[in-house]
Each structure stands twice: as structure tokens, then as C-alpha cells.
């Protein structure tokens, strides 16, 4: 077929005319609503001059003929038209437009020609705009759009042209340069405009196929006996099968996600997730495929079985899992049938292996089968043997439930049974027996015969036996394990809860296990656990019970306390000669007892509570010393709560990065030179702001939080570090504080220096500052390699709190101790001469010097404690007279400060301080 569109014959699909008649049919209202605009302006601009014909009848006639074609363009709106109606309407547009144009552009012209030059411009852009917007409106249809830019533009133009008024002539130019570009633009859209057609006639047909696709593939589904189901990479689902609520009975959105799992049988929940977790997991994803029991929509389960395939990129990687959900449940019906009847042919077969019995009831002898001589131990057996001499051979406790159990059966009160009896073997020694039988009778219901087979179950009772102890007592003391202990307490408490006592429950720990075990070996702390466990049972009443409940934690339960027994002197009594020292290994070891103890019902309402408490009075007795015992208090509970809310901050102000350091600054007390700073851990709230390390003080108890408290403060100091050098500030030695915790890992040297290696910064610019309680834990040796190899990098030691913990003079020459920080404590009663705190310090000062140790007083707080410490010839100060601690972008002015301001003494050579100002200006 052809279409003549711009003078050419161009074959298009119908699907395309198509589209092209519904651009024109919603763009030529348009355009005719734009003529009719353009010829009204036009009238009523040239209504003031000219002949009556053409500002009246022109207007007229060419207002009808828009009205009569926009009409008929509207009526054909919705209606449905064929393929040659559309041809025909296109080519009547085609000349319709010509026409229209010619007389459009001929009546412009007329008017541009007549009217004076105050309404020449106006008429002539009023014809041109109209023009180019009709055209714009006709691009889907080329040939028409060319003939109204020539016929209704071009007129007008060359009249412009030959006008000879350089004004209009540059007007004429200008409209003849847009009609070009217009033209050109026609030419360079033609080809867009008619691939924009056929591409909408594509999309059209494609999704009529889609939608054929769809409803293909919904029929599919519903018809389909099998549920299909997508899922996503991770395994969510996303898309399952309609018949799934026709399975279940619930709606289908119920399963997407991991809804599917509510409806598998609970007790295969786990290996169908196991399977698919490992399905998802494994290196090359495999097909799933698992059965299990889905929930039916009547209430019961049946048997399915789901399949997946995943689906993969070009790279490997799974975008989407396929799968399908069967209903197998009569097959599987089927094979558990057949299961059971095999189970049951199994059975029989291995009953042969017993010892098969024959029991007539007329003769009274039992004939037995083979094997008989291996169980029961005597070979005239083989022949038969009369009732009685079996009868003989039963445990006298046991005969009388026997001997009932075969009067039942010849009462014909019952034709089968099975019953478990001890039998006197030929060794001498009682075996136990598992017999079962049926009887046969004759047509009067009386017993003729008794057929059945004997097991030899001893050596099963006996390790059932041992595995029911396993599983209920510790292997290295015997006693009761945490699982017996929680079922006896609850026991205790019921039977306490029905006599209207009270339940003691007392929680013992030995102090410094983890040293000796660790020091002696494992078989020293195995001989110390069986002794203490032997003592504590030792000193038990027949009422009360001990047990082990992991590590070196033992629990007791004293019942029969009266409601205001107080709990301590029961622990006390259970404790007495437990912590006596005993010899291991040719040595004394000196035992600590610590004990918590908990009364039920006032300190817990169930054996998990009360237990807890005890818990917490443990605690509390070990934070108030080795060998202590502490009854629970409720306020230990609220101290529980406050260690774990402190641990739980702590963890979240490391993960959102808010530890900080501040800085407090160090003086030498000759000079009154900064020589360093001591970095102090601050850390920020989201209420509170910024608080002080001991808001925390349970993290630095945590080994691990205590390590990445210690890590992160040496990281924001380094960073610290580098801007003031990049500033070219002078800021002396930066100390951090190390934990024991610190030390555990014997790697806390080659962290530190492998951070300031990785910044390209001297490990010298770093002062460590540790606690005297390293020197006497068991991690003395890690603590020594670490404190050398720092010291052999430049890093200067201070042993910081010096004089309230456990170190000697023995510590100060077995380690590398650069300086020495005296407590604030003794600083703060350092009031004159006479008192015991200034002869401390005094000699504190005195040692360290002959062991050319620098010494550095701590919470130097009046001028009063500096005159002291300055005579007494103490090196450094460190306190709030001199700073309080500041933030890092603080440091750099504080400096300034300081050296701009010096303190008066630091001039002086000799006498007493003369005053000093606090730099920080706090």
C-alpha cells in the first residue's frame, strides 16, 4: 500500500498508519484552534482600515471553514476507522491544507499590503507565527506541512522582500532564514517521526504479545499440579503460585519472604533450612532439592517436595532461584509403609538371634532355642527345662511381678506382654533379661502354649546407666553438673514452696585459678578442683547438695532455712577448712575461697532468679577482696544492670568512633618548661556530652573492650600528634596509659610501634604509663619483653599511681621504670612538713633520684603542694594548678600562653614559688 506524504510513495504497515492518523487526529484541533486565534487577531488588527471585505467577510469565511474541519476532526475522536478511510482523510488533510494555506497566506498578503505601517509588522508576524505553529502541528504529516509554511508563510515573506524598506526587507530575511531552518528541521525529523511511529506500532504489538505471554503463563500455573516459586540470591521469596493457598489455605503473600517456613511441620523446619542455607552457601549453588511436611489447609500435614535451579548472569553470578513445590504425599505414604513393613521383617529376623522359648502349658517345659548356653551360662538348658527350673533361676524381688504377669495370661486376661527381670546366670552372677511372648490358646480360650524370645540387656542397662550419670555429673570431681543442679533446685523449691521454708543457693569461686592453672599446668588445677570439691561435700548436711557448674565455679543448695535465717553463716559453715592450703607437686599452694550467696524466695522467684543473685553476691564478694563471702543485696542488681549499661556504652562509643583524647600538661618544677602532655580518655554522649573515663570504668575491667579502648586512644593521639608537628608545634613526650589487658596478648609492643612506623613518627614522642598491678600478675614475663622492646625504640616508662598498689623496689630494678608518678592521693595531704604524707613522698622522691628515676607528682592543686613538691625537689608537676585537660585544637594556643606568661618561679633560682597561674585559663 502506499501513503503520498511529501511526493513519495512510502509502503508503511497498517500498524503504522495507525499511529500516524492518532498524532494528526490529537494535533490538528490544535491547529485549527491556532488558525482560528491568528484570524482573529488579524481582523481585529486590520478592523480600523482597509476594504469591508477584507476585514470582515475574509475573517468570516475562513472562521467557518476551521469550525467546519475542527468539527469534523473531533467527531472522528473515539470513533473506530478503517485503514482506507484513514488513507483518504490523510490525503484530503494533505490538500486541504494546501487550500486552506493558499488562501490564508493570500488574504495575509492582501492585508499586509493594504494596511498602514503601524499594523505591517503585526501582521506580518501574526501570519508567520501562525504558520510555523500549523506546521509544527503537521509533522506526522510532512507534505501538509511543507504547504502551509509555503503557501501561508511564504507570501508574506516575499512581499517583506520586495517591500525596498530596509527595515522590512531584514524582516523578510529573517522569516526566510526561519522557514529554511523550519524546512530543514521537517527534513532532518521526517525520518525520527516516522521510526517514533513505527517503534509505538512495535511496542503496541509487542505487548499484545506480552499480555498473550501472560495469560499463557497464568493458565499455565493455575493448571499446572506443581507450585512454582521465585526467590531472590539470598533465598527470600518473591513470587509463588496461586495454588499455594489452594495447599495451605492461606493467602499466597503469607509465604513470601521466609512466610513459607510457617507452614513446614516443625520438626523439619531445621533440616529444610539447613538444606537450603547450604544450597545458597555452597561454591557452586546447586539444585535444591529437600521433601518435608507443609501444613494442608484441613488442619493436617502433607508431604511435598520443593526443587530449585538458580538462574546466573554471563559473570556467574545468581540473580534468582526457580523452584517448584510438589505434593508427594501419597508416594511418601506409600514408602513409609513399606519402611515399616521392612522394619518389621528386621525385627523378626533379629529376634531369631535371641533366645526363642517354647512353653507348653500342659507338660509345664520350656524348650529353648539356640544360644540359649551363651546367655544364660548352662548347657543342660539346650535339652528343655522344666517351668520351676527357670522359676529358680529369677531374682526373688522380681519373681512376684513375673508370676503375675503369667496368671494374667492364664486367666485370659491378656495374650501378649513383655516384662525385664534379673536371672541368676551359671557364673553365679544376676543378668537381666527382656522377655517378651504371646500366647495361643485353644477354641475354649484356655492356654495351650506360650511362644516368645529372651534379650540379654545387661550390658545396655549398664550403659545406659553410665551415660544417665555422663549426662548429669562432671567427669573430673563427680559431682552433680549444671543440668542436675538446676533440676534438683527446682525440686528443692518445690518441695520448699509446699513446707514453707526457704532455699539457700550459695555460688563459690577460688580466687587466682586462672594463675595456677596457667603456671603449675592443668593437672595442678584438675588436684585442686577434686580437693575443693571433696572438702565442700565434706562439710555438706544430708540435706544440702554440691555441684561443679563449669570451670572453678561450684554451687551449693542448703534447704530447711527458716525465713529469717540469715544465709551467710550457712556459707560459712560449707566453706569452713575448704580454702586450707595443700601440696601439690612437693609445693604449698595457698587457696582463696570467694562465695556469693542467695535466698529463695526473697532474693529470686524461681531457681533461674535466685541462682542469678547469687551470681551477683559472688561478684560483689570478689570486687571487695579474695576470700570474701557477700549475701545478695538488691542494690547488687542495680549494679549489675549499671556494669552492663557502662560496657554496653562503651562498645557503641567505639563502633560510632566518639572516643577522644584531652591533654593535661606536665612542667618541669626548675624551669617551668612544658616537657609533655598526658593523653586522658574523654568520650562523648548523645545526651550528656562529653564525660570522663570513669563513667566506663567496667570496660577497662573487659579485656577485650580495655584493648580497643587502649588501641583507639593510641590512634586519635598519633592523628593528634601529626597536626601539631604539621604546625610545627613543640608538644614534649605524649603519654598513654596501658592496661593489664593490654599485656595478655604478648604482642602490645609491636602494636604501638608498628602504628607509629605506619605514620612515619618516632616512637620517642610516646611515654607509656603503666600500673604497679602488672608487675605481679602472672603475665609479669609478657610484661618485661614488651616494656624492653619499647624502651629499646626510644619510648620512655612511667610507672603511674606509685605507692597504693603491690610494687617494690624489686619491680624498679627488675624492669625498665624511666620515671615515677606519684599518687594524687599523697599530693593531696601534702600540707607541711610533719605529716606522714610529706616524708612519703620525701623518700618517694629520694629513691627515685639514686635510682635516676625522674618522678612526677600527680593532682597538683595549690601553690601551697608546689612550694612543698619544688623543695623536696620533685621534677614535674601534672594537676589542675597547672592545666586542666584540654582538646587537641586547645593545645597549640595553651602553649602560646604558657611561654608568653611563664610562671614567676620558674625565674627564680632559689626560695619559695612566687605564684602560678592556670595556663588552661580555666
Not at 89 to 113: E, N
Not at 424 to 439: M, N, Q
Not at 596 to 603: E, L
Not at 609 to 634: E, N, R
Amino acid at each position: 500500500m502506499s501513503l503520498i506524504a511529501d511526493g513519495k510513495s512510502l509502503d508503511q504497515s497498517e500498524a503504522v498508519l495507525g499511529e500516524q492518523y492518532a498524532s494528526l487526529a490529537r494535533q490538528v484541533p490544535l491547529l485549527y484552534a491556532l488558525m482560528f486565534l491568528n484570524v482573529l487577531f488579524l481582523a481585529l488588527v486590520t478592523t480600523d482600515g482597509g476594504s469591508w471585505a477584507a476585514s470582515f467577510i475574509a475573517p468570516l469565511v475562513l472562521t467557518a471553514i476551521i469550525a467546519v474541519r475542527g468539527a469534523a476532526w473531533y467527531a472522528r475522536r473515539g470513533r473506530a476507522t478503517s485503514h482506507d478511510d484513514m488513507r483518504r482523510y490523510l490525503r484530503g488533510t494533505i490538500a486541504r491544507a494546501g487550500v486552506f494555506s493558499f488562501l490564508f497566506g493570500g488574504w495575509g498578503l492582501y492585508l499586509f499590503l493594504s494596511a498602514d505601517p503601524f499594523h505591517t509588522t503585526a501582521i506580518a508576524l501574526f501570519i508567520f507565527v501562525g504558520s510555523i505553529s500549523c506546521c509544527y502541528c503537521l509533522q506526522a504529516l510532512p507534505a501538509a506541512a511543507r504547504l502551509v509554511l509555503l503557501f501561508g508563510a511564504m507570501p508574506v515573506t516575499i512581499g517583506l522582500l520586495l517591500s525596498r524598506d530596509f527595515y522590512f526587507t531584514g524582516m523578510g530575511l529573517t522569516f526566510l532564514l526561519g522557514a529554511g531552518v523550519i524546512l530543514r528541521t521537517i527534513a532532518t525529523t521526517r525520518s525520527a517521526v516516522y521510526e517514533s511511529l513505527h517503534a509505538r506500532s512495535e511496542m503496541a504489538a509487542l505487548i499484545e504479545a506480552l499480555q498473550r505471554s501472560e495469560e499463557h503463563y497464568r493458565y499455565s500455573v493455575e493448571l499446572n499440579p506443581q507450585i512454582p516459586w521465585i526467590s531472590d540470591p539470598e533465598g527470600r521469596i518473591v513470587e509463588v503460585g496461586p495454588r499455594w493457598t489452594e495447599l495451605t489455605g492461606v493467602p499466597a503473600e503469607t509465604a513470601l519472604g521466609w512466610g513459607w517456613v510457617d507452614a513446614v511441620h516443625p520438626e523439619d523446619q531445621p533440616e529444610v533450612l539447613a538444606h537450603w542455607n547450604e544450597a545458597l552457601t555452597s561454591d557452586d549453588n546447586g539444585v535444591a532439592d529437600v521433601r518435608y511436611r507443609v501444613r494442608h489447609s484441613d488442619g493436617g500435614f502433607r508431604w511435598c517436595r520443593a526443587r530449585a535451579n538458580p538462574r546466573r548472569e554471563q559473570s556467574g553470578r545468581i540473580t534468582s532461584w526457580y523452584g517448584t513445590l510438589e505434593d508427594i504425599h501419597d508416594q511418601v505414604t506409600a514408602e513409609l509403609g513399606l519402611r515399616e513393613s521392612e522394619e518389621r521383617y528386621r525385627l523378626a529376623s533379629r529376634a531369631t538371634n535371641d533366645v526363642i522359648w517354647d512353653w507348653s502349658h500342659s507338660t509345664g517345659r520350656i524348650e529353648w532355642g539356640n544360644g540359649v548356653e551363651q546367655v544364660l551360662g548352662y548347657p543342660e538348658a539346650a535339652g528343655g527345662t522344666p517351668v520351676t527350673w527357670w522359676r529358680e533361676r529369677i531374682h526373688p524381688e522380681d519373681l512376684a511381678a513375673v508370676d503375675a504377669t503369667y496368671d494374667r495370661v492364664l486367666a485370659n486376661l491378656q495374650d501378649s506382654w513383655n516384662h525385664e527381670y534379673r536371672f541368676r546366670a551359671a557364673s553365679g552372677e544376676f543378668i537381666k533379661l527382656f522377655s517378651r511372648g504371646y500366647v495361643v490358646r485353644d477354641d475354649e480360650r484356655k492356654a495351650v502354649r506360650s511362644i516368645g524370645a529372651l534379650l540379654d540387656v545387661t550390658a545396655a542397662r549398664e550403659a545406659e546407666k553410665e551415660l544417665r550419670w555422663a549426662a548429669n555429673h562432671d567427669p573430673l570431681t563427680g559431682l552433680p553438673n549444671r543440668k542436675l543442679f538446676g533440676e534438683v533446685l527446682e525440686a528443692a523449691l518445690g518441695a520448699a514452696s509446699a513446707n514453707a521454708s526457704c532455699v539457700g543457693v550459695i555460688v563459690i569461686d577460688i580466687d587466682g585459678f586462672k594463675l595456677l592453672n596457667d603456671s603449675m599446668g592443668h593437672a595442678a588445677g584438675d588436684q585442686l578442683l577434686r580437693t575443693v570439691a571433696i572438702r565442700l561435700q565434706a562439710n555438706l548436711g544430708a540435706d544440702a547438695t554440691v555441684a561443679r557448674l563449669g570451670g572453678d565455679e561450684f554451687a551449693a543448695i542448703v534447704t530447711g532455712l527458716r525465713a529469717d535465717e540469715p544465709i551467710v553463716p550457712a556459707a560459712t559453715s560449707i566453706l569452713d577448712g575448704v580454702a586450707d592450703a595443700l601440696i601439690i607437686d612437693e609445693g604449698v599452694v595457698e587457696v582463696s575461697i570467694s562465695a556469693g550467696a542467695a535466698r529463695w524466695p526473697a532474693d529470686g522467684s524461681d531457681a533461674e532468679a535466685v541462682l542469678k543473685s547469687a551470681d551477683l553476691a559472688l561478684y560483689a564478694a570478689k570486687a571487695d577482696g579474695a576470700g570474701t563471702i557477700c549475701a545478695f543485696q538488691p542494690e547488687m542488681r542495680e549494679a549489675a544492670e549499671s556494669r552492663k549499661a557502662m560496657l554496653r556504652e562503651a562498645r557503641d562509643a567505639l563502633n560510632d568512633d566518639r572516643i577522644i583524647p584531652f591533654y593535661q600538661a606536665k612542667i618541669d618544677l626548675k624551669t617551668g618548661a612544658v616537657v609533655g602532655f598526658e593523653a586522658l580518655l574523654r568520650w562523648h554522649h548523645h545526651r550528656r556530652g562529653l564525660q570522663p573515663p570513669d563513667s566506663i570504668r567496667a570496660a577497662f575491667e573487659d579485656a577485650l573492650l580495655a584493648r580497643s579502648l587502649t588501641d583507639r586512644m593510641i590512634d586519635r593521639v598519633l592523628v593528634d600528634i601529626e597536626r601539631l608537628s604539621d604546625k610545627g608545634v613543640t608538644f614534649g613526650r605524649i603519654a598513654i596509659n596501658g592496661s593489664l589487658s593490654d599485656f595478655r596478648r604478648d604482642d602490645f609492643a609491636d602494636r604501638i610501634l608498628t602504628k607509629f612506623w605506619e605514620k612515619n613518627l618516632s616512637p620517642a614522642l610516646l611515654e607509656l604509663e603503666v600500673t604497679e598491678s602488672v608487675f605481679v600478675d602472672h603475665l609479669a614475663a609478657n610484661v618485661d619483653r614488651a616494656l624492653r622492646t619499647l624502651v629499646a625504640e626510644g619510648v620512655s616508662i612511667a610507672l603511674d599511681d606509685f605507692g597504693t598498689g603491690y610494687a617494690s623496689l624489686t619491680h624498679l630494678q627488675q624492669f625498665p621504670v624511666d620515671v615515677l608518678k606519684i599518687d594524687r592521693s599523697f599530693i593531696s595531704r601534702l600540707d607541711s612538713a610533719d605529716s606522714a604524707d610529706f616524708a612519703i613522698v620525701h623518700g618517694v622522691i629520694d629513691i627515685a633520684h639514686r635510682m635516676k628515676i625522674a618522678t612526677v607528682a600527680e593532682g597538683v592543686e595549690s601553690e601551697n603542694q608546689l612550694s612543698q613538691l619544688r623543695e623536696l625537689g620533685c621534677d614535674i608537676a601534672q594537676g589542675y594548678l597547672v592545666s586542666r585537660a584540654i582538646g587537641a585544637e586547645r593545645v597549640p594556643d595553651w602553649l602560646k600562653k604558657w611561654s608568653q606568661q611563664p610562671p614567676a618561679w620558674s625565674r627564680v633560682t632559689g626560695g619559695r614559688a612566687h605564684g602560678l597561674r592556670d595556663g588552661s585559663g580555666q
